[in-house]
């Protein structure tokens, strides 16, 4: 997809794709050199991975999530989009968790450095939900934004295609609602669908979000979408709306946190937290990384690799001196106040998109809407006292 | 071969399997480069044949249990410029520090039919307790790609590439759900140093702390997590005390529990 595009009347024009023609959606991507990513069971949960077929997809399953557990279950036999979300993002196919940045070689006494060809690929990554649609939107304000572009996640970018799936089930830790990210895929996709399960009828409402996703389409056995097929479509989406298990109330959020830097909130988390960094490798929006210097053997070949990073290890905030944020108090404190608060004034939004997934995979099941929570209530009595003892002076 | 020197590398053995100094010998494809980097000078396990020292690096496997390696461990640091100790039982103690819960005469009288030959020190204690120990590296065994790191980091005068973070960030880069979330499988991997590349949540099994506790392991927590999921008190016990029973966070948690 590329980074802005006009979407005319024309190409929003909503189509039906029945079930049975799924796999030509599949194929018609491929024709076009695009290698599928999409989501596949692995290891008890949803993974995104290579799929060339229907069958890879988690057909017939759902999850359950709560606060530190995750399971896979048997759902609607039929559906081929019943799991929410997994433990993975889209994050690693664009800003890998591993990569070469350059080599360096020895050559006559003489230091070459070797670029590293970035050899981006193209790829339809299919069932991106409405929250990853937003985390991209952030990766891109964080990492094509400003006056230093990623060059690497920019080359990949623009040789991606995203298929987006409106949600049709929230879970038990999605709060996406609240974050306006969702569950319905507004923007920034080629081709949106809504999976349609009736009793005698499974089909997909199909939106396409620019030229690219309409030509695909053109390449599929389609037709023109009825208002019964659209309303359907909208009710799946506003009842997945109603059904958040969670919540975050933003109203003067980033505010409160800021007047909350000391509050005694953040020792009680620290004693919960395990600093092990699952959240932020979870997040579809953590961007940090570390960068390793390498040499060989041989001495005569250097390498410079980046990797993803936390915020929770010692070595993130490491300078002459000691660890900057050696406590898991001051660590947890810095995510929660980087996703909620200084995201905002760093890039201009939010760096949470309400995704839950560091809330289900915490091992130990911390839930940032319920710190979030706290520190409001916090806050709001704390703004009680003060209002009382003004008016009792 | 840029670099000026070849140091001469010697190889030191105390209480221990012998696994992770068989660590170079398994090196397979990288081990002549090694043997071209350095000068392999003392390697018992290895060679018969002995450059004399000292040493410009050694790597020490093993702990200390008797008297005589507890003196034996300073003439090996007068010959080694810079000493590395390796593995567990060199970092920590190893799995031969369980007899530092108990009483080591009872042990004896239990394990040996003539007990009275046997001389042994009450307690497994690792290199950093008797000598100054310039780098340790962990592992049960160690990763042979982070020893092969760490000398390639002594021959460039730079710091090794191994991380003291949790073994749960390993797991995220390649991309394994987390056991402990999807599985409800006990993992120790959030209190546990990266290293082994998280291999075994990699094939569904929790962690084992095999290169012992990362650098900011809150143990309480994740004992807690695992009460939760049904594990008693005896359990914990001995979830903590492995490899590297006597590293000081993890003895201190399965001293808790003990009660």
Same mark, same amino acid.
């Given at each position: ?18 079930? @049975? ?18 989501? @596949? ?64 070689? !020895? ?5 070459? %450095? ?11 990554? %299919? ?32 040789? &991606? ?7 049709? !089930?929230?879970?038990?830790?999605? +709060? ?22 009736? @009793?005698?009828?499974?089909? +997909? ?63 009680? &988390? ?16 953590? +961007? ?58 760093? +890039? ?27 520190? !409001? ?17 | ?15 221990? #399997? ?159 759900? #987390? ?30 702390? #095999? ?49």
């Amino acid at each position: 997809m590329r980074m802005t595009r006009a979407s005319t009347e024309k190409s929003r024009s909503q189509q039906v794709i029945e079930r @049975r023609d799924f796999q030509l959606l599949l194929d018609a991507l491929m024709a076009k050199g695009y290698r599928l990513i999409g989501p @596949r069971a692995r290891d008890g949960a949803l993974v995104y991975d290579e799929i060339a077929a229907v069958a890879d997809l988690p057909v017939g399953l759902t999850d359950e999530q709560e606060r530190g557990t995750y399971r896979l279950k048997a759902g609607d036999p039929e559906r081929l989009f019943g799991c929410g979300l997994g433990p993975h993002s889209w994050k690693k196919y664009l800003y890998p968790p591993e990569l070469r940045l350059w080599q360096a070689q !020895r050559q006559n006494g003489n230091m070459t %450095i070797v670029p590293e060809p970035h050899a981006p690929e193209r790829l339809a990554l %299919i069932g991106m939900r409405a929250c990853e649609i937003q985390a991209l939107a952030v990766l891109d304000k964080v990492l094509l934004g400003g006056a230093y572009v990623d060059r690497a996640y920019q080359a990949q970018r623009e040789q &991606v295609l995203v298929v987006a799936v409106n949600c049709g !089930r929230a879970g038990k830790t999605c +709060f996406c609602a609240s974050m306006n990210s969702g569950p319905r895929a507004s923007t920034g996709f080629d081709l949106a669908l809504t999976e349609v399960l009736e @009793r005698d009828r499974h089909y +997909f409402v199909v939106e396409s979000g620019s030229k690219v996703g309409a030509d695909v389409l053109s390449a599929v056995p389609t037709s023109p979408a009825l208002e019964a097929d659209l309303q359907k479509a909208n009710a799946i989406i506003e009842q997945t709306a109603g059904q958040m298990g969670r919540s975050l109330d933003t109203h003067r959020l980033q505010e409160m946190l800021y007047a909350s830097t000391e509050s005694p909130v953040w020792d009680e &988390v620290a004693a919960r937290c395990l600093t092990c960094g699952n959240c932020t490798l979870v997040c579809p929006t953590c +961007f940090c990384t570390t960068v390793e210097d390498y040499t060989d053997l041989t001495g005569e070949t250097g390498s410079r690799v980046r990797r993803w990073d936390s915020c929770f290890t010692m070595d993130f905030s490491y300078i002459v001196g000691g660890h900057v944020r050696a406590s898991a108090r001051a660590r947890y404190r810095q995510w929660m106040m980087h996703k909620l608060a200084t995201w905002k004034d760093q +890039f201009g939004t939010s760096g949470c998109v309400g995704c839950g997934r560091c809330i289900t995979w915490c091992p130990v099941g911390i839930d940032i809407t319920e710190e979030a929570q706290t520190i !409001r209530a916090q806050n709001e009595a704390k703004q009680d006292t003060g209002t009382r003892r003004k008016k009792t002076s | 071969m840029q670099r000026k020197s070849r140091p001469k590398l010697a190889i030191w053995k105390f209480a221990s #399997c012998d696994g992770c100094q068989l660590s170079l010998l398994d090196c397979e494809d990288a081990l002549l480069a090694v043997a071209d980097a350095v000068e392999i000078a003392y390697f018992p396990e290895a060679t018969r044949t002995v450059v004399k020292g000292p040493y410009d690096l050694s790597l020490v496997e093993g702990s200390i249990t008797t008297q005589h390696d507890a003196e034996r461990i300073h003439r090996v640091r007068r010959a080694s410029k810079v000493l590395v100790t390796i593995g567990a039982c060199a970092t920590a103690g190893g799995i031969q520090a369980l007899r530092n819960f108990k009483d080591v005469k009872t042990l004896t009288s239990l394990v040996y039919a003539t007990p009275k030959y046997i001389e042994t020190l009450s307690k497994s204690t690792p290199i950093a307790d008797h000598v100054f120990v310039d780098f340790e590296l962990r592992g049960c065994p160690i990763n042979k790609a982070q020893l092969v790191e760490v000398i390639i980091a002594y021959l460039d005068g730079r710091k090794p590439n191994t991380p003291h973070y949790s073994v749960c960030m390993e797991c995220k880069r390649r991309g394994t759900p #987390c056991v402990m979330v999807a599985a409800g499988t006990p993992c120790l991997g959030p209190v546990t140093q990266a290293g082994c590349g998280a291999l075994c949540p990699a094939y569904q099994r929790g962690c084992y702390g #095999c290169f012992g506790p990362s650098e900011s392991p809150n143990t309480r927590a994740i004992s807690e997590q695992w009460k939760a999921m049904g594990k008693t008190p005896q359990e914990l016990v001995q979830v903590f005390r492995t490899f590297n029973a006597y590293a000081d966070a993890f003895r201190k948690e399965s001293d808790v529990h003990e009660g």
